[in-house]
């Protein structure tokens, strides 16, 4: 019975955008236009810009070659796109895509300023992630050896759709939404948004690490990245939650954070290369084949007190090439002010994650997690 309920209601919405298409193929003169069916009021007849605006900006770190590239989406009164991390099954996904550069390169994933609103629809029998209003997702970068910041130029759309709260939708693409971002200001005057690494004793790579912001409000969430740039020809291995086998020893990310905060999924910049390992009944090897960036969305409580808040964990990983250094970790720390909603800060402020010189043994790390 249940199958046959979630099958009516997809078959329903199917039908719904047959109907949306076949009116739209049946206008004869003039510009195709979205008409107002009768059973599904709310579908907008104008053009997808006219209920939605991209614009883009990019701001660099004071003293350094690091930037941050914002892309915020400004929807009209009670309508909204769906998030970057929508599942699929549901409603489009929003989608940021880059031309490619030689003048940059990425140190993490796109992450919005705020979480989405998250709520059950009958029609696709699933939780959908919207965001009504304004959104901004930003990813930080580093320009390249040649690469300069007045001369930087970062080209991109956004893919989606934008939907109305009475109900309908409208996709958008490239044609509708296609941005060219250049430098409009700075991220901070602090020398700390540098961004310097460290190198551990023994390892053939640096780590560094910053948070998206220096404030944030109760029920915000926090990116954490961590970047490992090894040297020419070395690599480490892919992030694993915990070691997939005795032999093999991934990149490991331990954090310790307030009570009531929570942490999502982790994300990669960089590709992960797969090869069967030499070793008999051994999961394959996974590593990364240059720098690479992971993200750690760090979720703050709508309890949590104004107040600043120590973050600390361990990062764990190995540096190899034709041989390997040893496995090795790190301490990492970092503080974060939380602030009351709608004081938090807005520059784009990249907050400096410090790292301990002094190695830490691998295996204390897999025993924390």
């Known amino acids: 019975m249940q199958l046959r309920i979630r099958l009516a209601r997809r ?45 883009a900006r990019v701001r660099m770190a004071a003293n350094s070659r690091v930037g941050m590239l914002e892309v915020t989406a400004t929807m009209n009164e009670s309508w909204h796109v769906y998030s970057i991390t929508q599942p699929p099954g549901g409603p489009m996904k929003t989608t940021i895509k880059l031309a490619p550069s030689e003048d940059y390169r990425l140190l993490g994933s796109f992450a919005p300023d705020h979480a989405a609103h998250v709520h059950f629809i009958d029609v696709f029998d699933m939780d959908v992630e919207e965001h009504p209003g ?12 040649a690469g300069t910041s007045s001369a930087l ?30 430098l409009s200001g700075t991220l901070s005057p602090s020398a700390s948004s540098t961004l310097a690494g460290i190198r551990l004793p023994n ?13 944030a409000s109760p029920g915000d969430t926090v990116q954490l990245y961590v970047s490992i740039d090894p040297d020419k020809d ?37 590709p992960v290369i797969s090869t069967p390992s030499p070793l008999p009944n051994d999961p394959p090897t996974r590593y990364y084949a240059g720098p690479v960036t992971w993200s750690l969305p760090l979720h703050i409580p709508v309890s949590a007190q104004p107040g600043t808040y120590p973050l600390e964990g361990h990062v764990a990983f190995q540096t190899c090439a034709a041989t390997c250094d040893a496995p090795t970790a790190t301490a990492w720390q970092s503080k974060l002010q939380v602030v009351s909603a709608g004081t938090a800060d807005t520059s784009g402020l990249l907050a400096a ?17």
């Open 11 to 55: 078959c329903s919405f199917f039908l719904f955008s047959m109907s949306l298409l076949a009116t739209m193929a049946g206008a004869d003169e003039g510009p195709v236009q979205f008409q107002l069916l009768p059973d599904f009021g709310g579908l907008n007849s104008a053009a997808p810009d006219a209920n939605l605006r991209i614009t």
């Open 134 to 145: 304004q959104v901004t997702w930003s990813v930080p970068f580093e320009l390249s050896a």
């Open 153 to 182: 130029v970062i080209k991109g759309h956004v893919e989606g759709q934008v939907c109305s709260d009475r109900g309908g939708c409208i996709p958008f693409g490239q044609k509708e939404n296609s941005f060219s971002a250049k």
């Open 203 to 215: 390892t053939h790579g640096s780590i560094r690490g910053w948070l998206s912001t220096t404030k």
């Open 234 to 270: 070395w690599h480490v291995y892919a992030y694993a939650k915990i070691p997939p086998s005795l032999f093999q020893k991934p990149t490991l990310l331990e954090t310790r954070i307030p009570p009531g905060w929570t942490t999502g999924p982790v994300a990669t910049s960089a």
């Open 353 to 369: 994650v410090g790292f301990s010189a002094q190695p830490s043994p691998y295996d204390s790390v897999v025993d924390r997690l």
